[in-house]
């Protein structure tokens, strides 16, 4: 994957909150990417047809790879690491308390080198 030189506000935000995410893989493999599994085959029956599919597919293939190129996909600021982190299967890995953290740092981060 070729790096990108600049990520946006938002894809920066999402690569803090799958930083996290990728501790949490790093700390409960087999638990995190079985909920990972069970989130992809509840989105591809919603999203059955469309252009999604494809990026859910593809982070099918990662996962069944195992946690190590997970988490090099959860960390990485390759332009199709983020395009996956926009299709992301890790619903609900983050406890909504650490969620919240991770955003409030970012946001000070973000106001802090934005001044």
Do not use: C
Not at 33 to 49: K, M, T
């Amino acid at each position: 994957m070729r790096k990108r030189r600049e990520l946006t506000r938002e894809e920066m935000r999402s690569l803090w909150l799958n930083r996290a995410v990728a501790a949490r893989v790093a700390q409960d493999p087999t638990g995190v990417l079985s909920r990972a599994r069970s989130n992809l085959d509840r989105f591809e029956r919603i999203h059955e047809g469309s252009t999604v599919t494809t990026w859910l597919e593809r982070w099918r293939r990662v996962i069944d790879a195992g946690p190590e190129p997970v988490m090099q996909v959860l960390t990485s600021t390759a332009p199709e690491a983020a395009e996956l982190r926009q299709n992301s299967p890790f619903t609900g890995v983050l406890p909504a308390h650490q969620r919240q953290a991770v955003l409030d740092s970012f946001a000070a981060y973000w106001q802090r080198s934005a001044a």
